[in-house]
DNA sequence: CCCTGGAAGTTTTACGTATAACGTCGCCTC
DNA sequence: GAGGCGACGTTATACGTAAAACTTCCAGGG
C-alpha cells in the first residue's frame, strides 16, 4: 500500500481528518476527548503514518530547514561548524542543508536551485561569501560566519576572536624568545585572513626589536611547501619562527623547513591555525589555534532561529584558544 | 512584496495560471504560441518568480532530493564522497541532504524526521548503515556503499575494490623485499575493512616464508599511536612494514615507531589506505591506496536515479589505486 | 424553560503547482 | 458545407496538511 496519509488514519480510527491533524499537531486540549485523541494516535502509529513534509511545508509557509553555506567540507573546520550547526537544529526541529564550494558543482549554480528544499534561511560562512552574490535579493534571513561584524548586509553575525587568537600565538613566540617572525598569509581576500594579520603586526608593534616579513601561500599542504621554500631562501634577515594562517600551510611549511635542513622546532617554530585533525597528525605535532567551530555552527543555527523569531540575536566573539604542542620552542642562540 | 506566485506571473502575462506552468514546465510546445511564451518568461524574470518548491513536491508527490548517510563528515572521505554525489545531483536537478554521524547529532534520532526534506531514496555508506536500523521498513530506494554485494536488502550497491588495493599494498612491500608484517586493523565490524584484512592475507598466503600479525586500532591519529606501540614492542618477530587500515592508523603509526627510535621508511615501512589529505600532509608523505571517492559518490547518485526510473543499476566495483610516497622502502638488512 | 457556553467534533478552505479535460477558432479536405 | 483537426488557450481538480468556521449536544444558571 502506498504511504498512509491523514485522511487513511482518520478513517482507522473513526474520525475526521481534521482530528487527526488536531491530536498529532498537539493542539486537541478542549477539541478532542482524550480516548479519542488516544484512538487516534494509536491508529498512526498502527498504520506506521508519517506526516507529507511537503504538503505541511506548503500549508505553513515555511520548511523548518535552513541552508549552510561553507567553501568546502574537505576542509574539516568546516565539517565541524555543520556538525554543530546540525545538532543544534535537530533540538529545535530543524534541518540544515548545504551548499558547498561552487567549484566542486561545477558551473556557479543557484544555490537555491540547488537546495532543493525550500528554505526558511541562510548561514554563510564568509569565505563562501564572496561566491554568492545571489544571497542578496533573496530576502531570506542571513546569518554570517566569521565575517566582517560591520557589514550590514546580514542580519546577524557570527564571530570568532581570530585576532586574539593571533595574539596569542604572537605573544607565546615572542615569550620563547623569538624576534624575526615570518607570516605565510593565506592568499585570500576575506575578511578574517585581513584580522589575524593585523594582530600579528599590532602585537608586534608593541614588542621592541622585531622584524615581520610577509608572503602569500596557497591554503594547500602540498603548494604552500613551495611557497614556504620560497620565503625562506628569500634573501634577508632569517626568521626564526613561521606564523602560518591555517595547519594546512604550517604542515607544508614544516616540510619546506626539513628539506632546507631545518629541524621543527629547534631551528625554526612554525606554528598553524584551526586546530584541524591535521594538527596532530603531523610529526611534531603543532602548536596552533584551536577554533570552536561547532560552537560557530551552533550559534550560527541559534542566531537564526532567534531571527526567525523577529528578535535580534545578540553577538559576542567566541573565544579561540592557544593550543601549544611541539612546533615551537626558543629559537636556536 | 509577498513571494510572486505562479498566479501572479500569470496576471502580469495576462494569461491563465495553467500557461505559466505550461511555459515554464517546458510543456508548451502545440499548446501556447511562441510569443506568448515569451511574454510569460518575461514576466516570471521581471518578478522574480521562483517556483514554491513544496507545492511542486506536493503535486508531483516526489522531491528530488537524496538522503547521504556518512558516518561522520571530519573524514574527508566522506566529505569527497558527498562532493560526488551533489555533483552528480545537480546534473540530475537533484539535491542531496546529509545525515551524518548520530553521535555527532545525540540521541539516536530519526533519519527520516532529521531530514526536514521528504526524500526520494537514501545512499548509505556501509560504515554507517550499522546505526540505521530505521532504513528497513521505511522501503524507500537505496544505495549501499561499499558494503557486503551478497547483502539483498539494498537495491543496489556501488562497490570499491578494497580487496585490490590491499592486494596492491602487500606486493608493493613484498616486491620490496619485506616478508615480516603487522597488520593494523581498524577496530570496526564493517564488510569493507573484513575485505581489507582477507586480501593481505590471501596476498600473503601465496608468498613463501612471510609473516602476519594482526592488531586492532581506533580510526584515530591519537589513539591509534597507543595500539601501534604496544603491536611494534610486544614480544615476538619484529615486523619491518607495517600495513594500516586508514591514513590516519599509518599517521599514529609513524609517530609511535619514531619514538620507538625507528626511522620511517629506512627502519620501518608504513602504509596508509584512503589516500586522504592528511596523507600528503605528514612527513614522509604516506604510501597509501587512493580510493576515488568522488566517484563513490557520483556512482551512487547514479545508481540512484537508475533505480528510481524503474531500472536496475549495474554495478563494476571502482578500482582502486597504490599510491607509492614516501613511507615505504625495503627492510633493513 | 430559555439561554449561555463549553466540549467534541466536522466541514470547509487555502497553500501553489501540474496536468487532465475541456473549449474555441480558423482552415483544409472531400 | 460538414467534418476534422491543429493551434492556442482556459477551467477544474488533486496532491496532504493545518486551521478557521461551523455544528451539535448537553449541563447549568437564571
Given at each position: 500500500?502506498?504511504?498512509?496519509?491523514?485522511?487513511?488514519?482518520?478513517?482507522?480510527?473513526?474520525?475526521?481528518?481534521?482530528?487527526?491533524?488536531?491530536?498529532?499537531?498537539?493542539?486537541?486540549?478542549?477539541?478532542?476527548?482524550?480516548?479519542?485523541?488516544?484512538?487516534?494516535?494509536?491508529?498512526?502509529?498502527?498504520?506506521?503514518?508519517?506526516?507529507?513534509?511537503?504538503?505541511?511545508?506548503?500549508?505553513?509557509?515555511?520548511?523548518?530547514?535552513?541552508?549552510?553555506?561553507?567553501?568546502?567540507?574537505?576542509?574539516?573546520?568546516?565539517?565541524?561548524?555543520?556538525?554543530?550547526?546540525?545538532?543544534?537544529?535537530?533540538?529545535?526541529?530543524f534541518g540544515?542543508?548545504?551548499?558547498?564550494?561552487?567549484?566542486?558543482?561545477?558551473?556557479?549554480?543557484?544555490?537555491?536551485?540547488?537546495?532543493?528544499?525550500?528554505?526558511?534561511g541562510?548561514?554563510?560562512s564568509?569565505?563562501?561569501?564572496?561566491?554568492?552574490?545571489?544571497?542578496?535579493?533573496?530576502?531570506?534571513?542571513?546569518?554570517?560566519?566569521?565575517?566582517?561584524?560591520?557589514?550590514?548586509?546580514?542580519?546577524?553575525?557570527?564571530?570568532l576572536?581570530?585576532?586574539?587568537?593571533?595574539?596569542?600565538?604572537?605573544?607565546?613566540?615572542?615569550?620563547?624568545?623569538?624576534?624575526?617572525?615570518?607570516?605565510?598569509?593565506?592568499?585570500?581576500?576575506s575578511?578574517?585572513?585581513?584580522?589575524?594579520?593585523?594582530?600579528?603586526q599590532?602585537?608586534?608593534?608593541?614588542?621592541?626589536?622585531?622584524?615581520?616579513?610577509?608572503?602569500?601561500?596557497?591554503?594547500?599542504?602540498?603548494?604552500?611547501?613551495?611557497?614556504?621554500?620560497?620565503?625562506?631562501?628569500?634573501?634577508?634577515?632569517?626568521?626564526?619562527?613561521?606564523?602560518?594562517?591555517?595547519?594546512?600551510?604550517?604542515?607544508?611549511?614544516?616540510?619546506?623547513?626539513?628539506r632546507?635542513?631545518?629541524?621543527v622546532?629547534?631551528?625554526?617554530?612554525v606554528?598553524?591555525?584551526?586546530?584541524?585533525?591535521?594538527a596532530?597528525?603531523?610529526?611534531?605535532?603543532?602548536?596552533?589555534?584551536?577554533?570552536p567551530?561547532?560552537?560557530?555552527?551552533?550559534?550560527?543555527?541559534?542566531?537564526?532561529?532567534?531571527?526567525?523569531?523577529?528578535?535580534?540575536?545578540?553577538?559576542?566573539?567566541?573565544?579561540?584558544?592557544?593550543?601549544?604542542?611541539?612546533?615551537t620552542?626558543?629559537?636556536?642562540?
Amino acid at each position: 500500500m502506498a504511504r498512509p496519509t491523514s485522511k487513511d488514519v482518520a478513517r482507522a480510527a473513526g474520525v475526521s481528518q481534521a482530528a487527526v491533524s488536531l491530536v498529532l499537531g498537539d493542539k486537541w486540549r478542549g477539541r478532542v476527548s482524550g480516548t479519542t485523541a488516544d484512538r487516534v494516535r494509536e491508529a498512526a502509529r498502527h498504520l506506521g503514518y508519517r506526516p507529507n513534509l511537503a504538503a505541511r511545508n506548503l500549508r505553513l509557509g515555511r520548511t523548518r530547514t535552513a541552508l549552510l553555506v561553507v567553501p568546502a567540507l574537505t576542509n574539516d573546520f568546516f565539517a565541524r561548524v555543520y556538525t554543530g550547526a546540525a545538532r543544534k537544529a535537530a533540538e529545535h526541529d530543524f534541518g540544515v542543508v548545504l551548499y558547498p564550494s561552487p567549484e566542486g558543482l561545477g558551473p556557479a549554480k543557484d544555490p537555491f536551485a540547488s537546495a532543493r528544499a525550500a528554505l526558511d534561511g541562510v548561514i554563510a560562512s564568509s569565505m563562501a561569501a564572496r561566491t554568492l552574490t545571489a544571497l542578496h535579493g533573496a530576502d531570506l534571513p542571513l546569518v554570517m560566519l566569521d565575517s566582517d561584524p560591520t557589514d550590514p548586509t546580514a542580519g546577524a553575525h557570527v564571530n570568532l576572536d581570530v585576532a586574539d587568537g593571533m595574539r596569542q600565538i604572537t605573544e607565546h613566540l615572542l615569550a620563547l624568545g623569538h624576534r624575526h617572525f615570518l607570516h605565510l598569509a593565506a592568499d585570500i581576500d576575506s575578511w578574517t585572513f585581513a584580522a589575524r594579520a593585523r594582530a600579528i603586526q599590532d602585537t608586534l608593534h608593541a614588542a621592541p626589536d622585531t622584524t615581520l616579513r610577509t608572503a602569500p601561500a596557497p591554503l594547500s599542504t602540498t603548494y604552500s611547501r613551495a611557497a614556504a621554500t620560497q620565503a625562506l631562501t628569500a634573501p634577508g634577515s632569517r626568521p626564526t619562527a613561521v606564523i602560518c594562517d591555517g595547519d594546512t600551510i604550517a604542515a607544508g611549511a614544516c616540510k619546506a623547513a626539513r628539506r632546507l635542513g631545518l629541524r621543527v622546532p629547534e631551528d625554526l617554530s612554525v606554528t598553524g591555525f584551526d586546530d584541524l585533525a591535521l594538527a596532530t597528525a603531523v610529526d611534531p605535532e603543532l602548536t596552533t589555534v584551536h577554533l570552536p567551530a561547532e560552537r560557530v555552527g551552533e550559534r550560527g543555527m541559534e542566531a537564526l532561529t532567534t531571527l526567525l523569531d523577529g528578535h535580534t540575536p545578540t553577538g559576542t566573539a567566541l573565544p579561540t584558544q592557544l593550543v601549544i604542542r611541539d612546533s615551537t620552542a626558543p629559537p636556536p642562540s
